[in-house]
């Protein structure tokens, strides 16, 4: 076992955001997943900065996308939006679609097939069928810290947050071809890694140091990807990444879950309310669990555990709220408007799982809604003309109409 050098935390710009999403890659007529990753990352890297934006995964049924560093949400949208178009413009020379969600309806791990890079391998050879499983697709999102002991306050601050990522992005209702009763399918194959949960209580980065050292001294871990936790610090980058998240249906939410990460982050490390709560404390910690489970389960009706007040609320009147409470940093950030986009859609409990649900119920086939979720995010989403929409506008939010956003589909 080689010695332990410690990790450096490379200092990034606070508050910059950049987003990571994993893609599903499907046979266009048929709606179920291809193993096409390879021939489409090949179109993507003919253009110069093709390998820095489009990367593979774990199986070759998936494709990652990677946004640059951005200091405002409408740069990051816009982005978002060019590198979705030139995603589905490659896969349409192959015949295949791309989609978001967390989990494909009906796909069979079994049929998966390792993309063949040699972390990918390793990955594969240490955790067996696992590897397969994990053909399942998450946002992540990294927000810019200026040193490492902000990295460690900053994951920590966020963790009791996690249920309400949980809830907004969730887009996976749906497994082995059967309605799951959960609103996110996709946690329950990351949970299945050794190292995934949260961080452990730390106090700044000498202290990250020592726990590194440590479990890279029993073979544990080679290198902080080895750790599969919801937030963790990233330090070749300088940032906080947020792993929780479902891909969205449309890279808008996407951009709108980056945005709230951005937005959250300042709000927790600035202000005085919340500078003078203890970090990472324990109570909180032992509520975790239950808590990701409630929003996994039940999305917006989740019933959290406060540890501190010993009684329970209710996670979608919560989010409300402290979305309202986030409109004087998102002023200052210029992430008004989506945050009015998420509040919205949080008081009509809309979501990925939702339009998923509605769409099955509505063509009572889950291939004919894994089309139109391809459809969705391309932007087609009423391609089929038979969908109704369906809004709910808070007071003051009526320019949120005009930004493309998820919209529930109504059954017929």
Not at 207 to 219: R, T
Not at 269 to 284: F, I, P, R
């Amino acid at each position: 076992m080689s010695a332990h050098h410690p990790l450096v935390f490379t200092a990034s710009q606070p508050f910059t955001v950049g987003v990571e999403l994993e893609l599903q890659l499907l046979h266009a007529r048929e709606g179920t997943l291809s193993r096409d990753a390879p021939d489409l990352i090949a179109l993507l890297h003919r253009k110069s900065d093709g390998e820095a934006r489009f990367k593979p995964e774990i199986t070759e049924s998936m494709i990652e996308l990677n946004s640059s560093v951005h200091h405002q949400h409408a740069t990051l949208v816009q982005e978002l939006r060019e590198l979705r178009t030139r995603t589905v413009q490659a896969a349409d020379q192959l015949n295949i679609a791309v989609s978001g969600g967390g989990a494909h309806p009906f796909a069979l791990w079994r049929e998966r097939r390792i993309y063949p890079t040699d972390r990918f391998l390793q990955v594969s050879r240490l955790y067996g069928y696992l590897a397969k499983q994990f053909t399942v697709f998450g946002q992540h999102v990294h927000v810019g810290v200026g040193s490492g002991d902000v990295a460690i306050e900053l994951t920590q601050r966020l963790l009791p947050f996690i249920p309400h990522f949980i809830a907004l992005s969730a887009a996976s209702p749906f497994a082995q071809g059967e309605d799951t009763a959960f609103e996110t399918s996709r946690l329950h194959a990351v949970a299945m890694f050794p190292l995934s949960g949260h961080m452990p209580r730390l106090k700044d980065w000498d202290d990250f140091n020592v726990y590194f050292g440590e479990m890279q001294s029993y073979g544990i871990v080679e290198s902080i990807k080895d750790f599969y936790w919801d937030i963790r610090p990233k330090p070749e980058y300088g940032t906080v990444e947020v792993r929780i998240f479902d891909t969205p249906l449309t890279v808008e939410m996407a951009a709108a879950l980056g945005a709230l990460v951005q937005t959250l982050s300042v709000y927790l490390l600035n202000s005085e309310q919340e500078k003078n709560k203890a970090v990472g404390d324990l109570a909180s910690t032992r509520v975790y669990g239950y808590n990701r489970f409630q929003a996994c389960r039940f999305g917006f009706d989740a019933q959290l555990a406060d540890p501190h007040t010993k009684q329970s609320f209710r996670l979608g009147m919560h989010l409300h709220e402290l979305l309202s409470r986030l409109m004087p940093v998102a002023v200052q950030l210029g992430t008004v408007r989506p945050m009015l986009m998420l509040q919205e859609l949080t008081a009509a409990q809309q979501n990925g799982a939702s339009w998923m649900r509605a769409m099955q119920a509505q063509t009572g086939d889950l291939r004919e809604t894994v089309i139109q979720q391809a459809e969705l995010f391309r932007g087609a989403a009423n391609a089929a003309g038979a969908a109704q929409q369906k809004t709910h506008t808070e007071p003051g939010a009526s320019s949120v109409r005009q930004e493309p956003k998820l919209e529930l589909v109504q059954a017929a």
